[in-house]
Nanobody, 116 residues
Framework: QVQLVESGGGLVQPGGSLRLSCAASGSISSIYGMGWYRQAPGNQREMVAVINSVGITNYADSVKGRFTISSANAKNTVFLQMNSLKPEDTAVYYC??????????WGQGTQVTVSS
């Protein structure tokens, strides 16, 4: 019912910036949560940033002050602006969408590599 298309991943030097985009299409509820999660090899998938349909956001402590999640295009597109990137930010980043009482939909994942 919902498809997520991600873009914006890549290779960046420490201290650099990237902007991830996720466009959602399909049966989108007026009440939802969208967000970005990441998973590095050997680690659990962790929440990075989330935003809901009334604009409430939440961030992992490790990215507060560096990352910003926002929405556009009638709230069916979310962005993750990542500044001051660190090597430990290296991971596969996944976009998610979830309606209340339903399981999450996931994007395909996009690789973010922070390295000199």
């Amino acid at each position: 019912q919902v498809q997520l298309v991600e873009s914006g991943g890549g290779l960046v030097q420490p201290g650099g910036s990237l902007r991830l985009s996720c466009a959602a299409s399909g049966s989108i509820s007026s009440i939802y949560g969208m967000g970005w999660y990441r998973q590095a090899p050997g680690n659990q998938r962790e929440m990075v940033a989330v935003i809901n349909s009334v604009g409430i956001t939440n961030y992992a402590d490790s990215v507060k002050g560096r990352f910003t999640i926002s929405s556009a295009n009638a709230k069916n597109t979310v962005f993750l602006q990542m500044n001051s990137l660190k090597p430990e930010d290296t991971a596969v980043y996944y976009c998610s969408y979830r309606r209340p009482g339903a399981s999450a939909y996931w994007g395909q994942g996009t690789q973010v590599t922070v390295s000199s």
